[in-house]
């Protein structure tokens, strides 16, 4: 490769990471549905720029769920999977408020862009799949609650429980966690009482 291409291939390189990291400063500053133009205002590209790198947007949002899942996932790599229930509920909560509470506005952004974007949809319903596993193998017990039960855990277990508690009915984090530990723990004895 020439000396010119090589440059040609990193300032290439550059401009992708510059749009990349612009939807995810936009997503950060509470724009969750930025439009095409303001991302590559953002990046200080032209638009042009943007859709060579990314003839469609959902090759952008892709590559932004690549650039931000670390972030996120290390919060399970934490997460108690042994000992006592009560210690891995309150470890399972604890390591999804961690998350949520980082990850606040991709949540958002997520709601926000899931009536237009078909790898949106495609990546919520992974990822819900992913968290419900994640609970059952931190709580191998919720495999024996019913399915109700089971649906009741994973609701008040959710981004949207934990954003109706901490935003709109202006709980603390503290307060959310212990409401939380408390309805698992709560609907976990409950089914085991009958």
Known sequence: MTEGADGRLKRSERSRKEIIDAMIVLMNSGMYAPTAQKIADEASVSIRTLFRHFPEMDMLYREVDEAIKPSYLRHYEKQLMIGPLEKRIISAVDSRIMTYIETAHVQKATHSLLWRSKFMQENYRRVQTNLRKNLVKALP??????????????????????????????????????????????????????
């Open 141 to 194: 017990e919720l495999k024996k609650l019913s399915q109700e039960s089971l649906d009741v855990v994973e609701a008040v277990t959710s981004f949207e429980f934990f954003e109706r508690l901490h935003m709109h009915q202006n709980l603390s984090e503290k307060a959310c966690k212990k409401l939380i530990i408390n309805s698992v723990s709560y609907t976990h004895l409950r089914a085991h009482e009958t």
